[in-house]
């Protein structure tokens, strides 16, 4: 409980959503300590989720990064639920990890707002999405922050945290501190669309799939250039569909929304895959193919 006495102000954490991104972010509150409400209304996806946790707990074990113990407190502090309003009572932070959806992020966050304890943070994890907008539709715009996780949100150092226009500043410096408690890297950023992850990771993104679309150079060759010749862990389009390409896009439409810019509009090659419902790894293709249990990189036959 080291880190509960670290940061008094917090003791229950809750966390909305219990896809890629919500499991982990329970995983890592839970495995530093907090009770964890990880609250979702599809009880199989609330199952899935604690299995995630349980083989991401057994992986890391395997590795000597942690104890058979702290396998067992982390697996403990988490708690599920299928009501929002029964897993937020008594927090003194929520997290929402719903779908990238504005509309759906609206809904939670009136919800929040009617209903969590008053001196309770809302945050959002939100890649995109406008904080102040989220914000505006609580009746406590000065407690609610953006909290952006990286995936896979255990191995990840950074948070990106998001000052909206009416963020208290006291809000940030708890969020921050909370964030290092974590063993997480913070960095503030202020609300514009796409803050400064994606902001400039998207259009990177969007122009390796112009260079696809216009003929430039295939997939193999965009993403050895990139890979070799800028150090990056893995090529756009490999990044691209590990995102999901339809959070690419969704991504982009908010860039090219706020800002009016056409540097941002998304490559016609991109909102087509989409349509198709050619998404990436959780699809099984995008610009590669995938095989579950294989870890072979498989060029997409569509552009071989």
């Known amino acids: 409980m080291e880190t ?45 989720a604690l299995a995630t946790i349980h083989k991401n707990l057994d992986r890391q074990l395997n590795k000597g990064t942690i104890t058979a113990e702290i396998v067992g407190q982390t697996i403990n502090n988490v708690r599920t639920f299928t009501s929002v309003t029964a897993g937020i009572s008594g927090s003194q932070l929520i997290v929402e990890a719903a779908t990238e959806d504005v509309d759906l992020k609206l809904k939670i966050f009136q919800q929040l707002g009617a209903e969590a304890d008053p001196d309770c943070i809302l945050a959002t994890n939100t890649s995109s999405i406008s904080i102040t907008k989220i914000a505006a539709v609580t009746g406590h715009p000065q407690q609610v922050i953006g909290m952006h996780f990286m995936n896979p949100v255990p191995v990840m150092k950074l948070v990106e945290i998001i000052n909206g226009y009416a963020t208290d500043k006291s809000v940030t410096e708890k969020i921050v501190g909370l964030s290092k408690r974590l063993g997480k890297i913070p960095s503030v950023v202020n609300d514009y669309p796409g803050f400064i992850a994606n902001r400039i990771l998207m259009p990177m993104i969007n122009e390796a799939i112009y260079s696809l679309y216009e003929g430039v150079a295939g997939v193999e060759s965009i993403d050895t250039i990139m890979k070799l010749g800028m150090a ?40 087509n895959m989409v349509a198709a419902g050619k998404l990436g790894v959780k699809t099984g293709e995008g610009f590669y193919s995938y095989t579950a249990g294989s870890k072979d990189l498989v060029i997409s036959s569509r552009f071989l």
């Open 232 to 271: 990056h862990p893995m090529g756009p389009l490999q990044l691209a569909d590990f995102i999901g390409l339809d959070v690419c896009l969704s991504i982009l439409q908010v860039l090219h929304q706020g800002f009016g810019n056409p540097k941002y509009a998304p490559c016609p090659l991109l909102v």
């Open 4 to 48: 509960n006495a670290a940061n008094p102000f917090f003791s229950q954490i809750s966390v909305i959503g219990a896809g890629t991104m919500g499991n982990g972010i329970a995983h890592v509150f839970a495995q530093n300590g907090f009770k964890t409400h990880l609250i979702d209304v599809h009880q199989p996806q609330l199952d899935k």
